[in-house]
């Protein structure tokens, strides 16, 4: 087994003078970096063609560009090189001129050429972490990065600045003063033990009330309603399925198959299908939630027992979300009988989200803008995804990962929150519509079912930005032709 023989050092890097050679999008990644840990650091940055969103630092940050090939002049008065350029002859020439040179230098993606590796860091407040894999991996290293970021308190600076100020009030020799700050200490680092006789009554009595439940219900439904009237109701309902219940199967193995692999735009695919196909826009969307209450509510609990989940998140979008959803419903019901006008309205909806989907793919980098009114937001995506049948997670989940929130924990609170906003549209589309559409939601919950592991499967062979840039271009043109049909048919 291997052993990582590097000395991890913490430099004041404000001191140093960093020159880096490259303007593409591995430098300004390095730059990005180099700026969060040590934002006064001088750089000089050479490079004959300069990413826009490099130009921007120069109004905040010490950087001087110079457009321009490398020569070997640059390393003059330099202390640390930094070389981003992609090409492998390149960055040998310049790593021998820095060589002679006695400088230190990192060569992106080139371990072998490297004499220092810049790894992940965690910062919170005074504490700073920084991560390294010896140059193998820095995937696993952004991984670790994001659990110690999720795991550790954002006040535990607080921790550090009075622990010393402890330390400046403890009198005595050093030994008497290290003893004393690991008692204080000694907390973090106790191991809860359980043993065989701690058991926690709370989850057993939950349990035992559960299946009690379950009990109660069964002998319930099976009082009211005796097996050989069940029997005779799933009888009569086979009966009435027809042709269509296949193609609403379709339709949900489409939608599952596309959600599978990207994990997103089940909703706007099986809502623009139901659209193509005739249905109104309020049983479609009452049909798509439906059948998004199970494959939300079972990809909810799955976040949620993995620690997906950040609870004020959580919080904050679910109580609004599901108003928006009500209120979407509630409208889109009530102009049920305007179809004529509503359909090309949801079709531009489901055309926005096809460009929104493509744009997502072909833009690269975006500024970060945070997201103050977090509530509206929420509130505004279950609107729109109880009108267009689908976009809680397109319009929430984009912006607030976008804004730099952590990508694990906004998925996972999204998708928990999605269940209770499909529950609420669905509620509100069966309490004015009735379930006349329940041909549809059952195909295509049975679709999604069928589809579910085979996507599953591809979702790990296929290639993630075409599939999505397809997907948008599909939506994109039923779109187009639903506003058409509409309009001019």
């Known amino acids: ?63 001087t560009i110079i457009e321009r090939a490398f020569e070997e002049e640059d390393l003059e008065g330099k202390d640390v090189v930094i070389v981003a350029v992609g090409d492998i002859p390149t960055s040998e020439t310049i790593r021998i001129a820095a060589k002679k040179q006695n400088l230190l230098i990192n060569v992106a993606d080139k371990p072998d050429l490297c004499d220092f590796y810049l790894g992940s860091i965690v910062t919170k407040g005074d504490l700073k972490i920084a991560i390294s894999t010896n140059g193998k991996s820095p995937t696993f290293a952004k991984r670790l990065k994001e659990i110690l970021n999720d795991n550790i308190a954002d006040n535990v600076g607080e921790s550090i600045e009075n622990l010393n100020k402890l330390r400046g009030h403890l009198e005595g020799d050093f030994q008497y003063k290290v003893d004393k700050l690991n008692e204080v200490t000694a907390s973090l680092v106790q ?23 379950i009990l109660v219900a069964g002998h319930i439904l099976f009082t009211l309603l ?54 109104s826009p309020a049983v479609a969307s009452m049909s798509v939630h439906a059948s998004e209450i199970f494959t939300s509510g079972v990809s909810g609990l799955m976040h949620l027992k993995f620690g997906n989940v950040n609870s004020k998140l ?30 090309p309205i949801v079709g531009t909806y489901t055309l926005i989200l096809g460009i929104i989907i493509i744009v997502k793919v072909v833009r ?6 945070k997201i103050k009114h977090v509530g509206w937001l929420a509130t505004a995506g279950g609107f729109l995804d109880a009108i267009g049948g689908g976009g809680w997670g397109p ?5 607030l990962i976008a804004s730099g929130k952590t990508p694990r924990l906004v998925i996972g609170s999204v998708n928990l929150a999605e269940f209770f906003v499909s529950l609420a549209s669905s509620f509100t589309f069966f309490t004015l519509i009735g379930g006349s559409g329940w041909q549809t939601i059952l195909g295509l919950i049975l679709g999604g079912v069928c589809a579910a592991p085979i996507a599953a499967h591809l979702s790990k062979k296929l290639n993630v930005k075409a599939m999505m840039i397809f997907v948008g271009i599909v939506v994109i043109i039923v779109s187009l032709r639903i506003i058409y049909m509409s309009i001019f048919k």
């Open 191 to 213: 191991k809860n033990e359980k043993k065989w006789y701690n058991v926690d009554l709370r989850k057993i009595v939950l349990y035992t009330l559960g299946v009690f439940g």
């Open 364 to 369: 690269k980098h975006q500024k970060r803008k």
């Open 226 to 279: 005796p097996p050989k009237t069940i029997w005779n109701c799933t009888c009569t309902a086979v009966n009435e399925l027809d042709g269509d219940f296949l193609y609403f199967m379709l339709g949900g193995f489409i939608a599952q198959m596309i959600d599978g692999a990207l994990g997103m735009a089940y909703g706007v695919s099986a809502t623009t299908f139901l659209l193509s196909f005739g249905i």
């Open 1 to 63: 087994m291997s052993k990582n023989n590097l000395f991890p050092v913490f430099l004041k890097l404000e001191q140093f003078h960093v020159l880096v050679v490259g303007g593409g999008v591995v430098a300004l990644e390095k730059l990005t970096a180099l700026w969060k840990s040590s934002p006064k650091t001088k750089v000089t940055l050479v490079a004959p063609l300069i990413n826009p969103e490099i130009l921007h630092f120069q109004e905040t940050k010490e950087l």
């Open 395 to 399: 319009v929430v989940s984009s912006t």
């Open 314 to 343: 959580f919080k904050v979008i679910v109580l609004p979300g599901v108003i928006g959803s009500i209120l979407g419903a509630y409208i889109l019901t009530e102009f049920e009988n305007y179809n004529t006008y509503i359909k």
